[in-house]
């Protein structure tokens, strides 16, 4: 599908950039270094400047926090929070995921209870699909949504690997309704519910990897939500957590993420003159192009969203070549670093250095959203027609 960046884009993407440039994002930015004592809580304090401007959910309407622009302005904010060094996760999966999932197939009064929260950079939101028996395939969840006499549900199981979980205000889960006298199988009876973390029978515990990023494990036991917390059908809900896979999927922040990786290596590169040996500057070079297409198969993908029209087989690819990149520009960085490397916060470097922090990220961006064996799956299985078998 054919798509064009107009002027208005990008003078858009313009006056974020400045925004990101100014005096005081520049002290949240340069002292943020992902994992700078407190550079979490300033990345937080750069949401609500984005969230007061209506950019943090550009493309939301201004009744709900945004100031009605495109998708492909909203991809804009979040490839500067990424090539800017701003450690974007949080932002993504509340108002790029959940956010943008809740416009799309939400209620008005789930819609009205939300958003604007989540656009001002005041409320996190968080996705509670995988369980410890259910990742690549997610029909085999348990977690149990029993129906109550009110029409409410009492939530019971355990989630796996949600990030930033303990910042979270509320999170989309997806549950099974059991059907009376039946074994579930598959898609039965699978529902999605918007969950308050600070609900009683909500326990979050955080889970050690070898990631910066904080994952927990979430156990849910006897959770009240209520009826008007259902978001679609009850029982409907496949096909809508196929839609907001789908929406993850679009390769976009795995592409801004590796074109930051790739600038922070050939800077280092450049200021250690390694950027001289035609062998490094070729892998560079051949890297940079990868890169760039990564991005634009991502690209693509948001003009279809932008048309309404997301193929899942393409983006299950653009995904898939982006999250490959991750590997071998780690591998990159590795050889580059030697054996003791620091670079500045800025750049993201956690104190054993770009090296050590891009090879411990990089398993995950091709495990997030779906696994690369199952991104090939979703390819193969789609033949060609862009349907999903
Ligand atoms: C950075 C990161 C962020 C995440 N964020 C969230 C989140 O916010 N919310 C959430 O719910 N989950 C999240 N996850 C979990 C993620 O969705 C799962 O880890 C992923 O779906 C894989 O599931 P699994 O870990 O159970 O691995 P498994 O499904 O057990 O897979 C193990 C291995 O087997 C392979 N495999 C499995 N099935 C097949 C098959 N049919 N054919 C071929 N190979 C197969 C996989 O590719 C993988 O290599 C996150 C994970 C990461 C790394």
Redesign the pocket.
Known sequence: MEFRIDAAQRNFRDEVCRLLRSERSAKIIGSTGRFADGGDALAWELYQDLGERGWLAANWPEHLGGVDRTVLDAAAVTEELHWHGVHD?LHV?TVDFVGYFLLLAGTPEQRERHLPAMASGRSFA?????E?E?????AALRTTAVPQPDGGFLLTGT?????WTDRCDVALCSARVPTPGAEPTGADGITLFLVSMSAPGVVVDPVA?T?D?Q?AEVRLRDVRVDAADVVGQVGHGWALLTSVLAIERTGLEQSAKIRHWLDVVVAHARATGALADPAVADTVAALDAEVEAARLMSWRCLSDLHHGALDPAYSAMAKYVASELAERIADLAADLAGADVAVPRSAGATDGGFAEWIRREA???S????????ML?IVAASRGTGAVA
């Open positions: 996760t999966v968080c996705t509670l699909h995988s410890p259910a990742g690549s395939d997610l989630k796996l690997w949600s990030l990897t990631a990023e994952f398993p995950g961006v495990i997030s959203a779906g696994t690369s064996e199952m799956q």
